[in-house]
Each structure stands twice: as structure tokens, then as C-alpha cells.
């Protein structure tokens, strides 16, 4: 496992900002959002985080990709698996390796529903998400107790993603 970018305490305080637009709501209302989204037919959907990749489940809105780590808030919770292709991957809290970058774009570039079940965190690995995902592509991660954000990805975000990591701290370690 190569650890190559680690977040920076400013750059968290940062991140907890929405890097799209927040949806606020109950799941019922949030998913509504995400029905009208579906109908746009985007070249791909990622969902990043337990809790709205089950929503999306239960809601029967199909995604391209989960990226989970089987927990909520910090604690383990119950694993579910959403599609037969799956991918693990190592990515400690608070960083983005090398490996969950080569398995988010690889995984984009294919035509097959993947899930990612990260070993670690997958919170800022919707900034890889972002990058790599065809434009036009929505990228929806929970918002603790406020809703969902969506971000659709388009050159400015691509940009604003590549700042982001540029912004971390890069560092090399196995």
C-alpha cells in the first residue's frame, strides 16, 4: 500500500464543507432528488459512503460504482454487497493511496457495476471519484445529518479536485 496524499488539518476543516450541492432531507426526500437525477440519464453514477449507497439500493436508483467501508459515523456496521464485482482495497483514514486511485479510475473505465469496499476510510476518495469520472457523471456522498451532496462533474470540478490534492500533503510510504 503506497500512501500518497495525506489530508492536512485545514484541508479537513475544508472538506467537511459540501464540494457540491447539498441536498437536505430525509432519505425519502433526498432520494426523490436522486429519482429526478436518474432520469437525466448521467453517464455514470457514483456513490460514495454506506449509508447512500443503501439508500440508492432500497430506492432502486442503479450506480455504476459504491465505494464503502462498511461503516457509519465511525462504527462497523453490518456489510452489504451490491454487486458480484467486487474490489478491496487499503486506505487508511485520512489519506488517498496510489491503489484506491488505480481501482476508482479502473473501475469507471469499466462498463460493469463495481463495488469498492475500502479497508480504512473512503471519504476522501470522492475527490478520486470526481477526477476520474466521465463529465456529466454525479458523484453523491452523505452529509452527516443534513442530507446528501451532489456534485456533477464537470472540468471545474475536475480542477477543483486536482487542487484539493495538490493542497494535501504528498507522501510516499508502504
Known sequence: MSVIYTITPKLRVKFKE????LVKGSFEQTMAKMQE?????PPKIIAVGDVVTKNLQIY???FDLAIIDNQCMR????????????????NPQ????KEAIEVIKTSLENNEPTHIV??????????AAVLY?????????GQPY?????????????TEASEFLKAMKKCSKS
Open 94 to 97: 485520512g489519506t488517498i493511496t
Open 37 to 41: 437525477i436518474k432520469t437525466q440519464k
Open 133 to 141: 469520472a466521465p463529465e456529466n457523471s454525479i458523484v453523491v456522498y
Open 75 to 90: 462504527k462497523k456496521i453490518q456489510p452489504t454487497t451490491y454487486t458480484s464485482n467486487i474490489v478491496k482495497v487499503k
Open 18 to 21: 459540501p464540494f457540491g450541492i
Open 146 to 158: 443534513e442530507g446528501i451532496v451532489l456534485v456533477k462533474v464537470s472540468p471545474e470540478k475536475k
Open 118 to 127: 475500502v479497508e480504512g476510510e473512503e471519504d476522501l476518495l470522492v475527490i
Open 60 to 62: 432502486k436508483i442503479p
